[in-house]
Protein backbone atom coordinates (compact mmCIF):
# COMPACT_ATOMS: atom_id res chain seq x y z
CA UNK A 1 0.00 0.00 0.00
CA UNK A 2 1.40 3.73 -0.48
CA UNK A 3 2.06 5.63 1.97
CA UNK A 4 -0.49 8.41 3.49
CA UNK A 5 2.05 10.55 4.80
CA UNK A 6 5.59 10.83 3.38
CA UNK A 7 8.14 12.79 5.51
CA UNK A 8 11.76 13.39 3.49
CA UNK A 9 14.46 15.45 5.08
CA UNK A 10 12.39 17.61 7.61
CA UNK A 11 14.45 20.18 8.89
CA UNK A 12 13.30 23.04 11.77
CA UNK A 13 15.00 24.87 13.50
CA UNK A 14 13.88 27.88 16.30
CA UNK A 15 17.20 30.98 16.10
CA UNK A 16 20.29 28.84 16.02
CA UNK A 17 18.77 25.93 17.76
CA UNK A 18 18.27 22.60 15.05
CA UNK A 19 15.44 20.59 16.75
CA UNK A 20 14.56 18.75 13.39
CA UNK A 21 17.78 17.53 11.42
CA UNK A 22 16.47 15.79 8.59
CA UNK A 23 13.67 13.56 9.71
CA UNK A 24 12.64 11.01 7.00
CA UNK A 25 9.72 8.52 7.23
CA UNK A 26 6.66 7.06 5.78
CA UNK A 27 3.62 6.06 6.81
CA UNK A 28 0.96 3.54 4.83
CA UNK A 29 -2.52 4.69 4.54
CA UNK A 30 -4.65 2.76 7.87
CA UNK A 31 -1.45 1.96 9.69
CA UNK A 32 -0.38 3.32 12.99
CA UNK A 33 3.11 4.67 14.48
CA UNK A 34 4.36 5.41 17.69
CA UNK A 35 6.97 8.09 18.01
CA UNK A 36 9.30 7.48 20.85
CA UNK A 37 12.51 9.67 22.01
CA UNK A 38 14.46 11.44 24.74
CA UNK A 39 13.01 14.35 26.26
CA UNK A 40 13.74 17.64 23.91
CA UNK A 41 14.36 15.53 20.77
CA UNK A 42 11.92 17.08 18.70
CA UNK A 43 8.91 14.96 18.54
CA UNK A 44 6.23 17.66 19.45
CA UNK A 45 7.47 19.99 16.96
CA UNK A 46 7.53 17.76 14.04
CA UNK A 47 3.20 16.94 14.94
CA UNK A 48 3.07 21.15 14.98
CA UNK A 49 5.16 21.23 11.52
CA UNK A 50 3.40 18.51 10.18
CA UNK A 51 -0.42 20.51 11.71
CA UNK A 52 1.42 24.08 10.13
CA UNK A 53 1.76 25.77 13.62
CA UNK A 54 5.46 26.07 12.34
CA UNK A 55 7.13 26.40 9.00
CA UNK A 56 9.65 23.94 7.97
CA UNK A 57 13.17 25.12 7.61
CA UNK A 58 13.83 22.42 4.49
CA UNK A 59 12.33 19.46 3.64
CA UNK A 60 9.11 18.03 2.78
CA UNK A 61 5.99 16.75 3.80
CA UNK A 62 3.42 15.29 1.83
CA UNK A 63 -0.53 13.98 2.05
CA UNK A 64 -1.29 10.98 -0.25
CA UNK A 65 1.56 12.13 -2.69
CA UNK A 66 0.43 16.42 -2.21
CA UNK A 67 3.07 18.73 -0.31
CA UNK A 68 1.20 19.95 2.84
CA UNK A 69 4.39 21.63 4.52
CA UNK A 70 3.75 25.55 4.09
CA UNK A 71 0.13 25.66 4.28
CA UNK A 72 -1.64 27.22 6.76
CA UNK A 73 -3.29 24.75 9.41
CA UNK A 74 -7.02 25.61 8.80
CA UNK A 75 -6.14 24.04 4.85
CA UNK A 76 -4.16 21.30 6.66
CA UNK A 77 -6.90 20.31 8.82
CA UNK A 78 -9.68 20.99 5.82
CA UNK A 79 -7.14 17.72 4.14
CA UNK A 80 -8.14 15.37 6.88
CA UNK A 81 -4.89 15.99 9.03
CA UNK A 82 -6.15 16.34 13.01
CA UNK A 83 -4.46 16.53 15.54
CA UNK A 84 -5.16 16.60 19.46
CA UNK A 85 -1.95 18.41 21.25
CA UNK A 86 -0.99 18.33 25.13
CA UNK A 87 -3.13 21.78 25.31
CA UNK A 88 -6.57 21.59 26.40
CA UNK A 89 -9.35 22.18 24.10
CA UNK A 90 -12.58 20.86 24.96
CA UNK A 91 -15.58 23.66 26.26
CA UNK A 92 -15.93 23.02 30.00
CA UNK A 93 -19.25 24.56 30.39
CA UNK A 94 -20.79 22.59 27.93
CA UNK A 95 -22.24 18.59 27.54
CA UNK A 96 -20.19 16.02 26.26
CA UNK A 97 -22.83 15.83 23.50
CA UNK A 98 -21.97 19.62 22.53
CA UNK A 99 -18.46 19.57 22.71
CA UNK A 100 -18.74 16.92 19.95
CA UNK A 101 -21.60 18.50 18.32
CA UNK A 102 -19.64 21.71 17.78
CA UNK A 103 -16.72 19.44 16.32
CA UNK A 104 -18.68 18.09 13.87
CA UNK A 105 -20.64 21.48 12.54
CA UNK A 106 -17.21 22.38 11.46
CA UNK A 107 -17.65 20.05 8.61
CA UNK A 108 -19.63 21.68 6.23
CA UNK A 109 -21.86 19.93 3.72
CA UNK A 110 -23.42 17.55 6.30
CA UNK A 111 -27.32 17.11 6.87
CA UNK A 112 -28.77 17.16 10.67
CA UNK A 113 -29.47 13.43 9.98
CA UNK A 114 -26.11 12.68 8.98
CA UNK A 115 -24.45 14.66 11.40
CA UNK A 116 -26.45 13.34 14.48
CA UNK A 117 -24.92 9.80 13.60
CA UNK A 118 -21.54 11.22 13.84
CA UNK A 119 -22.31 12.36 16.53
CA UNK A 120 -23.37 9.14 18.13
CA UNK A 121 -20.90 7.21 16.45
CA UNK A 122 -18.17 9.60 17.94
CA UNK A 123 -19.42 9.02 21.54
CA UNK A 124 -19.60 5.02 21.32
CA UNK A 125 -15.88 5.32 19.98
CA UNK A 126 -14.70 7.07 22.90
CA UNK A 127 -16.73 5.04 25.00
CA UNK A 128 -18.58 8.40 26.57
CA UNK A 129 -22.44 7.46 25.20
CA UNK A 130 -23.76 7.21 29.40
CA UNK A 131 -21.72 10.71 30.05
CA UNK A 132 -23.33 12.48 26.92
CA UNK A 133 -25.64 14.91 28.76
CA UNK A 134 -22.49 15.75 31.56
CA UNK A 135 -21.06 18.92 31.54
CA UNK A 136 -17.63 18.26 30.54
CA UNK A 137 -15.69 20.34 33.35
CA UNK A 138 -17.15 17.86 35.44
CA UNK A 139 -15.48 14.79 33.39
CA UNK A 140 -12.65 12.87 35.09
CA UNK A 141 -9.32 14.00 33.63
CA UNK A 142 -9.10 10.76 31.44
CA UNK A 143 -12.39 10.74 30.38
CA UNK A 144 -11.69 14.93 29.15
CA UNK A 145 -8.85 13.21 27.34
CA UNK A 146 -11.30 10.72 25.45
CA UNK A 147 -13.65 13.75 24.64
CA UNK A 148 -10.85 15.49 23.11
CA UNK A 149 -9.84 12.32 21.05
CA UNK A 150 -13.85 12.38 20.21
CA UNK A 151 -13.57 16.15 18.68
CA UNK A 152 -10.22 15.18 17.23
CA UNK A 153 -11.63 12.07 14.87
CA UNK A 154 -15.62 13.88 14.62
CA UNK A 155 -14.29 15.38 11.61
CA UNK A 156 -13.34 12.13 10.35
CA UNK A 157 -9.86 12.70 9.27
CA UNK A 158 -7.19 10.62 7.28
CA UNK A 159 -4.89 10.99 9.89
CA UNK A 160 -4.77 11.47 13.60
CA UNK A 161 -2.06 12.97 15.79
CA UNK A 162 -1.65 11.99 19.26
CA UNK A 163 0.54 13.58 21.62
CA UNK A 164 1.28 12.04 24.42
CA UNK A 165 -2.39 11.17 25.20
CA UNK A 166 -2.60 9.08 28.17
CA UNK A 167 -0.11 11.73 30.34
CA UNK A 168 -1.71 12.06 33.80
CA UNK A 169 -4.04 9.07 33.24
CA UNK A 170 -4.43 6.03 36.07
CA UNK A 171 -3.15 2.95 34.33
CA UNK A 172 -6.76 1.57 33.52
CA UNK A 173 -7.50 4.33 31.61
CA UNK A 174 -4.08 4.39 29.38
CA UNK A 175 -5.57 0.64 28.50
CA UNK A 176 -8.96 1.84 28.06
CA UNK A 177 -7.55 4.83 25.97
CA UNK A 178 -5.48 2.00 24.12
CA UNK A 179 -8.21 0.33 23.06
CA UNK A 180 -10.31 3.28 21.53
CA UNK A 181 -6.78 4.35 19.43
CA UNK A 182 -7.13 0.18 18.29
CA UNK A 183 -10.48 0.62 17.17
CA UNK A 184 -10.06 3.82 15.57
CA UNK A 185 -6.99 2.34 13.66
CA UNK A 186 -8.10 -1.31 13.04
CA UNK A 187 -11.89 -1.04 12.78
CA UNK A 188 -12.07 2.60 11.40
CA UNK A 189 -8.92 2.32 9.27
CA UNK A 190 -7.65 5.66 10.37
CA UNK A 191 -4.43 6.22 10.02
CA UNK A 192 -2.50 7.18 13.35
CA UNK A 193 1.01 8.97 14.43
CA UNK A 194 1.16 8.69 18.42
CA UNK A 195 4.12 10.68 20.89
CA UNK A 196 3.96 8.49 24.11
CA UNK A 197 6.30 7.59 26.61
CA UNK A 198 4.06 5.40 28.92
CA UNK A 199 5.34 1.72 27.90
CA UNK A 200 2.53 -0.29 29.00
CA UNK A 201 0.29 2.21 26.02
CA UNK A 202 3.13 1.79 23.71
CA UNK A 203 2.94 -2.40 24.02
CA UNK A 204 -0.95 -2.54 23.86
CA UNK A 205 -0.93 -0.71 20.99
CA UNK A 206 1.31 -3.14 19.30
CA UNK A 207 2.31 -0.67 16.51
CA UNK A 208 5.77 -0.03 14.30
CA UNK A 209 7.94 2.29 16.28
CA UNK A 210 10.03 5.22 15.10
CA UNK A 211 12.64 6.28 17.09
CA UNK A 212 13.40 9.99 16.98
CA UNK A 213 17.00 11.03 18.43
CA UNK A 214 19.05 14.31 17.61
CA UNK A 215 15.99 15.93 15.08
CA UNK A 216 15.99 12.11 13.10
CA UNK A 217 14.84 8.86 12.72
CA UNK A 218 17.60 6.52 14.56
CA UNK A 219 15.74 3.23 14.06
CA UNK A 220 12.32 2.05 13.43
CA UNK A 221 10.98 -1.48 14.41
CA UNK A 222 8.94 -3.41 16.99
CA UNK A 223 8.54 -2.76 20.62
CA UNK A 224 10.57 -5.29 21.41
CA UNK A 225 13.11 -4.86 18.65
CA UNK A 226 13.68 -1.30 20.25
CA UNK A 227 13.95 -2.67 23.81
CA UNK A 228 16.64 -4.63 22.66
CA UNK A 229 18.51 -2.28 20.09
CA UNK A 230 21.72 -1.19 21.77
CA UNK A 231 21.80 2.31 20.29
CA UNK A 232 18.21 2.69 21.30
CA UNK A 233 18.69 1.88 24.75
CA UNK A 234 22.23 4.21 25.15
CA UNK A 235 19.85 7.13 23.93
CA UNK A 236 16.42 6.40 24.76
CA UNK A 237 16.55 4.17 27.80
CA UNK A 238 19.67 4.99 29.50
CA UNK A 239 22.80 2.39 29.12
CA UNK A 240 21.53 0.84 32.02
CA UNK A 241 18.01 -0.71 30.43
N1 LIG B 1 8.62 27.62 19.63
C1 LIG B 1 9.86 27.27 20.04
N2 LIG B 1 10.84 28.18 20.09
C2 LIG B 1 12.09 27.84 20.49
N3 LIG B 1 12.46 26.59 20.86
C3 LIG B 1 11.51 25.65 20.84
C4 LIG B 1 10.16 25.92 20.42
N4 LIG B 1 9.44 24.76 20.49
C5 LIG B 1 10.30 23.82 20.93
N5 LIG B 1 11.54 24.35 21.14
C6 LIG B 1 12.72 23.61 21.58
O1 LIG B 1 12.89 22.52 20.70
C7 LIG B 1 13.36 21.38 21.39
C8 LIG B 1 12.43 20.20 21.13
O2 LIG B 1 11.18 20.45 21.79
P1 LIG B 1 9.94 19.46 21.63
O3 LIG B 1 8.85 19.99 22.50
O4 LIG B 1 9.64 19.25 20.20
O5 LIG B 1 10.54 18.11 22.23
P2 LIG B 1 9.81 16.74 22.62
O6 LIG B 1 10.60 15.65 21.99
O7 LIG B 1 8.36 16.82 22.25
O8 LIG B 1 10.00 16.75 24.19
P3 LIG B 1 9.13 16.08 25.38
O9 LIG B 1 9.29 14.61 25.26
O10 LIG B 1 9.78 16.62 26.60
O11 LIG B 1 7.69 16.57 25.19
C9 LIG B 1 13.47 21.76 22.85
O12 LIG B 1 14.80 22.15 23.09
C10 LIG B 1 12.55 22.97 22.96
O13 LIG B 1 12.96 23.85 23.98
Not at 11 to 38: A, T
Not at 119 to 138: C, H, K, P, V
Not at 168 to 190: F, S
Request: aromatic fraction near 4%; charge should be neutral.
Amino acid sequence: MSDLVTVENLHKSFGGLQVLRGMSFGVPEGEMRVLLGPNGCGKSTFLKTMIGLHRPSAGEIRLAGERIDGLHPHEIARLGVSTKLQVPSVFRELSVYQNIRIAVQRETGRDARSRNMVIDETLDMIGLITQAGNRAGNLSHGHQQWLEIGMAIASQPRILLLDEPTAGMTPEETQQTAQIVLRLNRQKGMTVIIVEHDMAFVSALDAPILVLNQGSIFFEGTLRQVRTHQGVKEIYFGSRA
